[in-house]
């Protein structure tokens, strides 16, 4: 409230030089109540919590196992592991995204991120119910979160293909894969597994 009630005040102040005492001084003003702006922005920026951004992580094999996006690229997730009284437990995410319902939609859904790994966000934040902030997370912010990424245009439910339009439809080995390398990074050991799903 402060800064709105001084930047008001200068902008005003401003007015009445240029009226008064010509351009030069209007200048310098401005620039100065540019300069407080941007510094009462970068400020409260700052001050704003960052969510933690996930790196991304391809599954090792999956080509090989036949478990591919649409487009034959390889399926991936976000991984980022647990601690204290949450480390043998687990929160599997699927990313959701709907049916792509027609082989021209599917097409389609091959240059999209879920229709391929090439269009996947490198990075993504973990938020909401993957955020590791305890009052963002109470239940889980401790917890090994895990989002798999959608991109076999049927919910990781097909194992089929369109030869003809080059899709791969392999959502359930997508899935397989997926759970193989999480067993091999530490859920084996899990004393509780929760799985979530979103529509988006």
């Not at 027609?102 to 859904?109: G, K, L, M, P």
């Not at 790994?117 to 993504?124: A, I, N, P």
């Amino acid at each position: 409230m402060r800064m709105k009630v001084f930047v008001i005040a200068a902008l005003a102040f401003v007015s009445l030089v240029s009226v008064i005492d010509g351009s030069e001084h209007q200048a310098q003003l401005s620039e100065f109540v540019n300069d407080a702006l941007f510094s009462s922005v970068s400020s409260k920026q700052l001050s704003q919590p960052q969510p933690l951004m996930v790196p991304i992580t391809v599954i090792n094999g999956a080509a090989a196992k036949g478990a591919v996006c649409l487009d034959g690229t390889s399926p991936a997730y976000h991984f980022h592991p647990g601690s204290g009284s949450g480390a043998n437990s687990w929160l599997i995410h699927l990313e959701g995204g709907g049916w792509c319902n027609t082989i021209r939609n599917c097409v389609f859904r091959k240059t999209t991120r879920r229709g391929s790994f090439k269009f996947m966000e490198k990075t993504l934040p973990f938020t909401g119910i993957l955020s590791n902030k305890p009052e963002e997370n109470p239940d889980f912010f401790n917890w090994n979160r895990v989002k798999i990424r959608y991109c076999d245009g049927a919910s990781f439910a097909g194992d089929s293909q369109n030869e003809a339009n080059q899709l791969q439809f392999r959502g359930q080995k997508i899935w397989l894969a997926a759970i193989e390398e999480l067993m091999s990074k530490g859920m084996q050991k899990a004393n509780q597994v929760s799985h979530v799903s979103s529509c988006c």
